[in-house]
């Protein structure tokens, strides 16, 4: 079955610093890709998606490039706010339908001044 | 005009109730579903719901009960609960056309449950 692997966190970083969080992923087929963001006590929001092999998805600062050869979609921020901390998840959903969401375990970051 | 609402925010109670969450979306979505989030964060998916038939059902133990009256909303209903069952549940919804493929979903609050 299809399977998300994120780098295990917290990662702790400094304002300002550059930011990666690696996902890889396992499916058949071509998969869509997406990060979502929770931020303390609140839901998901979608951070960014790609559909498809060397798309690059990008919001807010943040960018991830889907790279089928690697199976890969890391999460990159060339320089974290305090206001980034919260916790990142990478996602896939196949082509079998009803776009249902198999999610990595998450990685919280963790941004101090 | 919240997109996806769900009520009630948080929810405690003894082992053995049942007990209901309810979901609302605006959104004009046909799709909607029920993901439960455990204490480790991990995000898994229980149900699915298209146009209020159930699509996909996760071996999710039969005490859940998901109830969809029409589009706009996904009830989920616990019977007997269990320690276990203490997390956060999320609902979310998604507008599916053919193929199903990378269409965003929309998540609402979520409801954390505490079974004492």
């Known amino acids: 079955g299809d399977s998300v692997t994120q780098m295990e966190g917290p990662v702790t970083l400094s304002e300002e610093a550059f930011l990666t969080i690696n996902c890889t992923y396992t499916?058949?087929?071509?998969?869509?890709l997406f990060w979502y963001v929770q931020y303390p006590g609140e839901g998901l929001q979608l951070l960014l998606k790609a559909t498809k092999a060397d798309d690059k998805g990008s919001n807010k600062g943040f960018e991830a490039t889907y790279r089928k050869e690697t199976t890969s979609f890391h999460l990159e921020k060339g320089s974290v706010q305090v206001s980034d901390s919260a916790v990142y998840f990478c996602a896939l959903s196949d082509e079998s339908g009803y776009s249902t969401l198999t999610f990595g375990k998450g990685t919280m970051l963790l941004v101090s001044p | 005009d919240t997109a996806v609402s769900q009520t009630p925010k948080y929810l405690v109670t003894q082992m053995g109730n049942d007990k209901s969450i309810k979901c609302e979306q605006n959104l004009g979505h046909d799709t909607m579903y029920w993901y439960k989030q455990d204490s480790k964060k991990f995000l898994k998916i229980m149900f699915s719901?298209?146009?209020?038939?159930?699509?996909i059902n996760e071996t999710v133990p039969n005490r859940f009960s998901p109830k969809s009256p029409d589009k706009a909303h996904l009830n989920l209903h616990i019977n007997s609960l269990e320690l276990g069952d203490s997390a956060v549940y999320f609902c979310?919804?998604?507008?599916?056309?053919?193929?199903?493929?990378?269409?965003?979903?929309?998540f609402g609050p979520g409801t954390r449950l505490t079974v004492l």
């Open positions: 499916a058949t087929g071509y998969p869509s």
């Open positions: 719901y298209n146009n209020k038939e159930l699509i």
């Open positions: 979310a919804s998604s507008q599916v056309l053919s193929g199903g493929v990378g269409y965003e979903q929309f």
